[in-house]
């Protein structure tokens, strides 16, 4: 069953849970810690967190680990005119900002411990001095922090403040990668296609060709690499349909050779060529050698990918399938 929570689209029964427990606990003030690797959608959690919420304040997000430390931490906490060199005005900060509402933390394992240390008296004293300010300001912040890093592990090794892991994981959410949730595969590359197909105003379906190498790539890159191949592919794709032919090669040659992928046919080694200076022939065993022929070279080209074959010689996989059974059959 496919679910919709707040535009976190999956049918896998570990999303599912988690995505139940957001469902508990976004209504409360708890700060939530969200960890996964890069692009399982770590962003899309806090927003629909946000969103479930109901804070009447905005969604502010900011990356930790894109801006330099100084930046960073101007740009959190604001400051007042005449702070530093250029300082000319006084500037609100995320952390005003996003009064009332959320502010996503993402990559917080890659805070300097100086900027921990006013982070934590921030959650703590849910009040902000602006850089060249001694007057504290109030703000009522629910803070969302996310990281691709085990924060146990940055502790250990003197990285990561062990009283700020606390007061961050309150409710922590471990976001399981696209390879542990195959289901979601077929699922999201249906969602991807819909939304692009609006964006570039394209009329575009999806063949099993196309799906079936998608449901056997590992996806390092998780949901976000999965998306960029969708969009890649209907920008590029000049017919009405995706095939596997729109895949990057990397998709294709990446996928591990098993057994139903063989690339031999009843282990014949050698391609053939056939005479057709004749007097006599059997028709039947003729027209098999042919067939046995050309499958082993679509074969030997598709690099031992069924789904690929059976789309260069314009027959359904199980058909394909079927006609490598019987030739072995036939040979043994």
Do not use: W
């Amino acid at each position: 069953m496919i679910r919709n929570f707040a535009g976190i689209i999956t049918a896998s029964y570990k999303l599912i849970k988690v995505c139940e427990q957001i469902e508990k606990v976004a209504t409360t003030d708890a700060t939530i810690l969200v960890t996964g690797e890069s692009g399982t959608g770590k962003e899309l959690v806090a927003r629909a967190i946000h969103k479930l919420s109901k804070r009447s304040g905005n969604f502010i997000s900011i990356n930790c680990a894109a801006i330099p430390d100084d930046i960073l931490e101007s740009e959190l906490f604001g400051y007042v005119k005449g702070a530093f060199t250029g300082a000319f005005n006084s500037r609100e900060g995320k952390f005003q900002a996003a009064n009332k509402g959320t502010l996503f933390l993402d990559e917080i394992g890659e805070m300097s411990l100086r900027l921990q240390a006013k982070l934590l008296r921030v959650i703590q004293e849910k009040t902000v001095q602006k850089l060249g300010s001694n007057v504290d300001e109030q703000v009522d912040v629910r803070i969302v922090a996310a990281t691709n890093k085990n924060l146990r592990d940055e502790v250990v090794k003197g990285n990561f403040r062990e009283d700020l892991l606390y007061r961050l994981e309150v409710v922590h959410f471990e976001l399981p990668p696209l390879r542990e949730r195959k289901e979601d595969i077929s699922v999201l590359a249906h969602h991807f296609l819909e939304k692009f197909k609006s964006k570039y105003s394209k009329n575009i379906s999806m063949s099993q060709s196309f799906i079936e190498p998608l449901k056997m790539h590992e996806f390092r890159g998780n949901v976000r690499e999965l998306q960029n191949i969708i969009e890649r592919a209907v920008l590029l794709c000049d017919s009405p349909e995706l095939t596997s032919k729109d895949l990057p090669a990397y998709v294709l040659k990446n996928i591990d050779v098993k057994e139903e992928y063989k690339t031999d046919v009843c282990d014949k080694k050698e391609l053939q060529t056939f005479n057709l200076d004749f007097d006599r022939i059997n028709l039947v065993e003729f027209l098999t050698n042919i067939e046995k022929e050309i499958i082993l070279r679509a074969l030997e080209k598709a690099g031992g990918n069924k789904t690929v074959a059976a789309e260069m010689l314009n027959v359904n996989r199980t058909t394909l399938i079927e006609k490598i059974k019987r030739l072995c059959k036939e040979a043994a």
